[in-house]
């Protein structure tokens, strides 16, 4: 009876010591992000001016334009909406590192070597993507969009530009977002690879589909425009034949270690 007892106490301890430490990881990335906010928060003018970079490298700085709002509460949902990004955006290192922290010591070595790669490129190709997206999607497709301005005309109305507050921001997470998760292709290719439901082989079998499936998905999450578009369906093209050469080097390094086992039981 005390056997019994004894042995329910073991089992239900280890239970325990996870569900704590899972809870002290949580807790640790909410105290991250709730700090991230609130300092996003504070400083979300001036992390909206530099959102704002795209539109003044084409107006230029003294260009005498604005940014409107037509609620009343419409800038003060737009700072925490911004702020809330800005927080998910610098909180996602973190919330990986504790996810880490909290796997690793419950698997193999070599478990732990395939994926630790995985976890470092995570956040770097997000911030690759993003990084594009910013810096010459935007600059690019602004230009375009304001090309259709008629100022100044004598003979008819002028057409400009007076953005929304909400509506721009919504339109640079919407492009960031697409273009951090789409950079994503080669880490999820790569662990289906693992788990044994893609391979080299297939993925090459099916490129002819993956193009059209690409940049459809582009048109559909970019502004419609022909440069967001083929900004966004080009590297991804690009991420795809780098995850197959990913893919055919792990199965050739895989192939050998069995090899290698199978040699070493003869």
């Known amino acids: 009876m005390n056997t019994t007892a004894n042995t329910k106490k073991v089992d239900k301890a280890p239970l325990l010591t996870h569900l704590i430490e899972l809870r002290r990881r949580l807790l640790y990335c909410f105290a991250f992000f709730a700090l991230m906010f609130g300092v996003s928060y504070f400083f979300a003018e001036q992390i909206y001016q530099v959102l704002q970079q795209p539109l003044l490298q084409i107006f230029g700085p003294n260009s005498g334009r604005r940014m409107i709002y037509t609620g009343l509460h419409e800038a003060f949902f737009t700072y925490l909406k911004l702020a809330f990004f800005s927080a998910t955006f610098c909180t996602l290192p973190i919330a990986l590192i504790q996810v880490w922290k909290f796997i690793a010591p419950g ?9 630790s790669p995985l976890f470092i490129a995570t956040p770097i190709l997000f911030v ?5 997206a910013f810096y010459v999607v935007m600059p690019l497709a602004w230009e375009f969009f304001i090309s259709f301005e008629s100022l100044g005309q004598s003979d008819g109305i002028s057409v400009e530009l007076e953005a929304k507050m909400s509506e721009y921001l919504a339109l640079v997470i919407r492009l960031i977002l697409a273009f951090g998760l789409c950079f994503e292709l080669p880490v999820f290719l790569l662990v289906l690879a693992k788990a044994g439901v893609v391979d080299a082989d297939m993925l090459k079998e099916y490129r ?13 999450i970019t502004p419609p425009d022909l440069i967001s578009q083929i900004a966004l369906g080009v590297p991804i093209l690009l991420l795809y034949e780098l995850s197959i050469i990913l893919i055919q080097r792990t199965q050739s390094d895989k192939e050998q270690t069995l ?8």
């Open 107 to 115: 698997m193999y070595q070599n478990e732990q070597k395939a994926l």
């Open 259 to 266: 090899r290698k086992q199978m040699d070493q039981s003869i």
């Open 128 to 132: 690759l993507g993003s990084a594009l």
């Open 208 to 220: 002819r589909h993956a193009i059209v499936v690409v940049f459809f998905i582009a048109a559909l």
